[in-house]
């Protein structure tokens, strides 16, 4: 089991690292929203290996993606949908 001082030091650098074998590190103010953000940074992280092109996104339109993107409030439906999709569930 990891150290709390451990924990806390992950959480100093966060934006500063990727775990090597343990994937993107992400937070939220909920589990909920952790897990839906997880999965989109997932989802274009898959997108930006299969695309060929090496241009890059302006710092505006990463503004804008993200705008769209990062709508907290929509974690929990997104999550629970999830949830129910992976249950076998009709939504």
């Known amino acids: 089991m ?3 001082a451990g924990g806390e030091g992950i959480a100093r650098r966060l934006g500063d690292i990727v775990l090597r ?3 993107l590190p992400t937070v939220g103010a909920t589990v909920q929203e952790a897990v839906v953000r997880f999965l989109m ?3 274009v992280a898959e997108a930006h290996f ?3 092109s090496r ?3 302006s710092h505006d339109g990463v503004l804008f993606a993200k705008a769209g ?3 907290e409030r929509q974690a929990c ?3 629970d949908f999830l949830v129910r999709y992976h ?3 009709q939504p």
């Open 21 to 23: 074998n343990h994937g």
């Open 50 to 52: 299969r695309v060929r």
């Open 87 to 89: 249950l076998g569930e």
């Open 55 to 57: 241009w890059f996104i």
């Open 77 to 79: 439906s997104v999550f």
């Open 2 to 4: 990891q150290s709390v």
């Open 41 to 43: 940074m997932e989802h």
């Open 69 to 71: 993107l990062a709508i």
